[in-house]
């Protein structure tokens, strides 16, 4: 049929430049790392971390229209834009499928997950599946769905004792905040939470942890600014046995110098948790801000090569109408993303859902 032979304007540069990577490999060329996400200004990062904000008001929005109010820039940017194209369309075409690749690439989707979907509805078109733009939304949606549910998994902190957790990513994503969240909900889930102060580059960054600790009761294991990173590590793991908690979670720095470096490091803190807790870290949790869009894909890639990863936490997902990246670094990296930040509250980092996270976007 000529009408699906027709490419769209990415799907043609695609087979020119073949493949997604060119940002990233730019990243990896690179001996320097960069130690803050590059598109966004450093965020201030204080040492008194903003107090959680817990509403008091009687009626509170349920968790899902808190979700929805977190996603409403994605929404309103990929959704809105979507259903402007779609809507009252008695007919799906080629040049539907053209102006619909080019909203999924500029929300951040990512090139190579875009072309695969927008191969899949054309098949789909093909068998006349997509009669209207309705049809033609809800099987986007559903594709989004079944890609994000593919490699989709929650931690299971139960599996070992104790469970321990190393946080990794570069500079302001929002590790420390995130780990403030995770030590706050698990110990009012009544597990036993350490916290380890591996940012050992400024006394801050130790402080801003310690503070976090406070607030939830949680013991937190500091040395002094400059330390090394692997000696907290180690005092942390001696320490997570000896008091026989649930979970210990590892704030490490994002300011290494160079990806050897970086390599370095990890392998060292990773050994040393390995040697004082054999099967450890159970999980190796990368922070990536969302805000960054096409940066936070850049990272990703940039740790799995020189860190081992195996989940995804994705932060700020509340400020950005680049959301479309949780479908870009989950799916290119064969990644679950474990838990999104959609605002600063505690109960604001979340475990990712992909049929919540779906039905949010795409619901009235
Ligand atoms: N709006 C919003 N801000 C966040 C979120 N997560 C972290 N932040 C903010 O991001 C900034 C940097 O966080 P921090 O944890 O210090 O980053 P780190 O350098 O990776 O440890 C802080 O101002 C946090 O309050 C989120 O999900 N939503
Ligand atoms: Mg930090």
């Not at 899902?64 to 809105?80: H, I, S």
């Not at 009544?190 to 406070?214: C, H, M, N, P």
């Not at 990890?266 to 990536?288: F, N, Q, Y």
């Amino acid at each position: 049929m000529e009408k699906q032979e027709k490419k769209g304007f990415f799907r043609g540069l695609m087979d020119k430049i073949s493949g997604i990577s060119t940002v990233a490999e730019e990243l990896d060329d690179q001996v320097e790392i960069p130690s803050e996400a590059p598109s966004v200004p450093e965020p201030e990062m204080p040492v008194e971390p903003a107090k959680p904000k817990i509403s008091e008001e009687p009626v509170k929005p349920g968790l899902f229209e808190r979700l929805k109010m977190g996603l409403k820039k994605t929404k309103d940017g990929l959704v809105g834009r979507i259903d402007a194209l779609v809507l009252g369309k008695k007919e799906i075409d080629a040049d539907t499928l053209e102006e619909l690749e080019e909203i999924l690439i500029t929300s951040d989707i990512g090139v190579k997950t875009t072309v695969e979907l927008i191969r899949t509805l054309e098949q789909r078109l093909g068998r006349n599946e997509l009669k209207d733009g309705e049809a033609l939304r809800r099987a986007l949606k559903e594709e989004i769905l079944a890609r994000l549910t593919a490699h989709h998994s929650l931690l299971e902190i139960n599996s070992h004792r104790p469970f321990v957790v190393l946080v990794i990513g570069v500079n302001g994503v929002g590790k420390t905040t995130t780990i403030g969240k995770l030590a706050s909900r698990f110990s009012a889930e009544g597990k036993k939470v350490l916290l380890a102060a591996a940012d050992t580059f400024r006394a801050a960054a130790s402080e801003q942890l310690v503070i976090w600790g406070q607030r939830s009761g949680v013991d937190v294991i500091h040395h002094k600014e400059g330390a090394d990173p692997s000696a907290v590590v180690f005092d942390a793991c001696k320490a997570a046995v000896a008091r026989d908690v649930d979970i210990l979670i590892v704030d490490t720095a994002g300011r290494l110098h160079t990806k050897v470096n970086l390599m370095e490091e990890m392998k060292k803190i990773r050994r040393v948790i390995g040697r004082e807790i054999p099967g450890a870290p159970h999980e190796t949790l990368l922070v990536v801000d969302a805000a960054t869009g096409q940066n936070a894909l850049s990272q990703a890639r940039l740790f799995k090569e020189a860190a081992y990863v195996s989940g995804i936490a994705l932060t700020k997902l509340d400020g950005t109408a680049k959301g479309g990246i949780v479908v870009a670094v989950s799916h290119e990296f064969a990644l679950p993303v474990r838990y999104i930040g959609v605002g600063e509250a505690i109960d604001d980092l979340r475990d990712f859902d992909p049929q919540e996270f779906t039905d949010a976007l795409f619901q009235a």
